[in-house]
């Protein structure tokens, strides 16, 4: 049998879109780190970005359409196991919503060259960050003249201590330009962001409800569906102690015949 190059060719440039976008998402390290959060370009009035993931879907993450107001099996899936009135239902039911992501796009002080990347962050983080622009002696920190620096500090889970990463932020309390205004490269690379919306595969509600079916049932998983190797999108991850679970594999009834019964019925109920 010949090799398929078309195909080698088709996973290359797969792997290369991969790494090319894991390049525009920043996340701190352990210490401190300085960035400055500026205006999205597809959204000027507002530079946080919230999306929806499913986390851990058939050992996947995968982009709810709940995000763009679209409808989702997994949801749906979940709000009727909320409803049985069984309160293990009611559990599983809430691992599998979608958790919140919000992103900001950044630019990394001493990385100013490498342009505008994303920074995304949970609750804990994002509250903080508005509860600050709300706050009159600062208000918009995102303005490329008299916005401010925000100090990122991490720190790492601990042995014997805290058992999840944290993240605490400080805003600068003096403004400053995001950029060196007669700097006219790093002006002109605030303006090349990318719409972070594209950077995901957003699942057709008929492949989400496969991935779900999939999901619950691992052992009953279609070869094809099992060996899906396509790209969704760089992996979102948590950096602070909100970090999103992972759904585990809700169990419903044993036997193949019983799952599809109980989804179906879910489902059409």
Avoid at 76 to 101: H, Q, S, V
Avoid at 199 to 208: G, Q
Wanted: proline residues 7%.
């Amino acid at each position: 049998m010949a090799l398929n190059l078309d195909k080698i060719k088709s996973r290359l440039n797969t792997l290369s879109n991969q790494d090319a976008n894991k390049k525009l998402f920043w996340k701190p390290v352990k210490g401190k780190q300085v960035v400055r959060i500026v205006p999205y370009k597809f959204n000027p009035e507002n530079p946080f970005i919230e999306l929806k993931f499913h986390y851990g879907l058939a050992g996947k993450t995968y982009i709810s359409p709940d995000t763009f107001g679209r409808p989702d099996p997994v949801v749906e899936f979940a709000n009727k196991l909320k409803k049985t009135g069984d309160k293990e239902d009611w559990k599983k039911g809430r691992a599998l919503e979608p958790k919140l992501r919000t992103y900001v796009p950044i630019i990394v002080r001493g990385q100013e060259s490498e342009g505008v990347k994303f920074w995304g962050f949970g609750k804990q983080v994002y509250e903080e960050i508005l509860k600050i622009i709300d706050d009159p002696e600062y208000g918009d920190i995102t303005d490329l003249t008299t916005g401010r620096d925000v100090t990122v500090e991490f720190t790492e889970a601990q042995p014997g201590g805290k058992s999840y990463p944290e993240t605490s932020i400080r805003v600068s309390p003096n403004a400053k330009p995001a950029v060196d205004p007669t700097n006219k490269d790093l002006i002109a690379l605030l303006g090349k962001q990318v719409d972070i919306v594209t950077l995901y595969e957003e699942k057709s509600y008929a492949e989400l409800k496969d991935i779900l079916k999939n999901h619950l049932n691992p052992s009953g998983a279609s070869a094809d569906n099992s060996g899906d190797n396509t790209d969704t999108g760089p992996s979102p991850e948590a950096e602070e102690s909100d970090t999103p679970k992972a759904a585990s594999a809700t169990k419903v009834p044993s036997s193949n015949k019983d799952i599809e019964s109980a989804f179906d019925n879910l489902f059409n109920s």
